[in-house]
């Protein structure tokens, strides 16, 4: 049930992009990213919808392929602020659960 | 209070005794939930509720228990604490009104270390 992320870890210089993607074995309804920084809890990024639906902060973007069950969050210009390790969470269609992927840290370096 | 609060910060408990984390939330969201983090393997949900009056299991609810009095508190129960329950407890709130998901931006709470000798 637990969604898989890819890659578990990446190091990137200020400024590179990078692309962290989640992929699911059910259907979902709907697909959350956060970011937690060493310490701190979680802070919510974006959710994206079935259907279409998008919600979340400026200078973050994500995408969701409601067939494939996938997402894939895209970090643009990256700068030390991003560092932390980021979470997808998924919806299944049924159920009433929701579930975390196991993280993907990210370091940005200078 | 500003958000959501939750005591205590860390604690350490015998095996076999009961303890009560406790988790309030001022933002008088609907809906509240419990997660333990452990490394490696990310935040698993334990209970959650969906509206004061109202709770269902999560993915790891055994040895756990949550009550729902009011909006704004959701205290959860170790009845008889275990070493594997030694983890990171955070407890979330959201607005499930705002979108059509049953899980909404969610607000977390900074957290109870929980350590279970």
């Known amino acids: 049930q637990q969604p898989v992320q890819s890659p578990q870890a990446v190091i990137l210089r200020e400024g590179e992009d990078a692309v962290i993607n989640c992929s699911s074995s059910k259907a979902l309804y709907s697909v959350h990213w956060y970011r937690q920084k060493h310490g701190e809890a979680p802070v919510f990024l974006m959710i994206?919808?079935?259907?279409?639906e998008q919600k979340g902060h400026d200078k973050i973007s994500a995408s969701f392929n409601e067939k494939k069950q996938q997402s894939s969050l895209y970090l643009t210009a990256s700068q030390l602020s991003y560092s932390g390790t980021y979470f997808c969470g998924t919806e299944p269609s049924t159920g009433n659960q929701f579930y975390f992927g196991t993280g993907t840290s990210l370091t940005v370096i200078p | 209070i500003a958000g959501i609060t939750q005591a205590p910060t860390s604690q350490i408990l015998a095996a076999g005794r009961r303890m009560t984390l406790r988790c309030t939330q001022d933002?008088?969201?609907?809906?509240m939930y419990w997660y333990r983090q452990d490394l490696g393997l990310g935040l698993r949900l334990i209970h959650y509720s969906n509206t004061a009056g109202t709770t269902g299991k999560g993915e790891v609810p055994d040895g756990y228990s949550v009550s729902r009095a009011n909006t704004d508190d959701f205290p959860l129960t170790l009845a008889s604490a275990v070493p594997s329950q030694t983890s990171v407890y955070f407890c979330?709130?959201?607005?499930?009104?705002?979108?059509?998901?049953?899980?909404?931006?969610?607000?977390f709470g900074p957290g109870t270390r929980l350590t279970v000798l």
């Open positions: 979330a709130s959201s607005d499930k009104s705002s979108t059509g998901s049953s899980y909404n931006e969610q607000f």
């Open positions: 933002m008088r969201h609907n809906a």
């Open positions: 994206l919808l079935k259907g279409g």
